[in-house]
Structures are given as C-alpha cells and as structure tokens.
Nanobody
Framework: QVHLMESRGGFVQAGGSLRLSCTAS????????MGWYRQAPGEGRDLVAT???????MYADSVKGRFTVSRDNDKNTVFLQMSSLKPEDTAVYFC??????????????WGQGTQVTVSS
C-alpha cells in the first residue's frame, strides 16, 4: 500500500519561514506530479504548488514569490519552502502524489495533513 507522510508543521510569526517535506513509500511504480494543497477553516482544499517529475512547477497566485516547491526523486520526497508567511497562510497542508501503484493504476494519494499556523 502507498503511504504519504508529511513532516510536522508548526507555529511561526508573520514574516517567518517554514519548510515542509513529504515522502511517499510503499508499492510505487512511478510518480508523476507531487505537490501541496491546503485547507483553512471553513474553506475548501486549494492547490498551493505542484512539481512535475521533470521539475516543472506551478503555484497558486497567493503564494507566488514566497513559496518554493522542490523534490528529490531518488527519495520520493517533495518539499515546500515557505517564506514571508502571512496569517492567511494558516491552514492544514496536505501532501499529494499522482502515482502508479502496484495495480498499474494512476491515482492521487494524500497525506494526512499537517497544521501550519502563522500569527500576526
């Protein structure tokens, strides 16, 4: 079975930085995109950033210039470097990977979520 494990989030003051990581493990036969979503209280789960297997990235407008997504293909790990954090970045952050499992099916897999809180 495929498992995605995020690093622990944390509490940070506005303007600070935080780095998240997520590692996929299990019966994985290929990984396409990896990335991050987030969900604030009372809101839906929104795309934050994605990175393809070849390193192409895309970002939500709200985080452009502040967040950087990267990956280590050898370790099946995706990172999110968050800088210049704002209170509106407060959310549960979910890692995802679009991958092929041991049944040769491409699916989205999700981490359990990690809390990031940014204080004013």
């Amino acid at each position: 079975q495929v498992h995605l494990m995020e690093s622990r989030g944390g509490f940070v003051q506005a303007g600070g930085s935080l780095r998240l990581s997520c590692t996929a493990s299990g019966s994985i036969f290929g990984i396409n995109d990896m990335g991050w979503y987030r969900q604030a209280p009372g809101e839906g789960r929104d795309l934050v950033a994605t990175i393809s297997s070849g390193g192409s990235t895309m970002y939500a407008d709200s985080v452009k210039g502040r967040f950087t997504v990267s990956r280590d293909n050898d370790k099946n790990t995706v990172f999110l470097q968050m800088s210049s954090l704002k209170p509106e970045d407060t959310a549960v952050y979910f890692c995802y990977a679009h991958l092929r499992d041991d049944r040769s099916r491409w699916r989205d897999y999700w981490g359990q979520g990690t809390q990031v809180t940014v204080s004013s």
